[in-house]
């Protein structure tokens, strides 16, 4: 994958944080998770289990989106690095200058 793809998918995955759907989707699912562990028997320990992978799935899916949105970010700045280091010189004495 290219830095650029890299970036857009990064960007795209900022906007999904972002959103209200999104948000209450996430909460909802992680307060559902806690209410069927709640009224889990304390005898059915492979419910028990099941939900607690459950809510680690929920927060590792959490994770990797961040994680998308950070590597983004990085690629963006390489993007605008590069960029910078393949101006001619006196393009950058202007950009400096002004």
């Given at each position: ?7 857009n ?90």
């Open positions: 994958m290219t830095e650029q793809q890299t970036a998918i990064g960007t795209e995955a900022q906007r999904v944080i972002e959103s209200e759907a999104y948000k209450q989707a996430m909460t909802n699912l992680k307060a559902q998770i806690v209410d069927n562990w709640r009224q889990c028997p304390v005898r059915d320990s492979e419910g028990q289990l099941l939900l607690l992978q459950l809510a680690k799935l929920a927060d590792k899916f959490e994770a990797i989106m961040t994680g998308m949105v950070q590597a983004g970010k990085l690629a963006q700045h390489q993007i605008n690095l590069d960029s910078e280091r393949n101006e001619s010189a006196t393009r950058k004495f202007f950009r400096r200058v002004a």
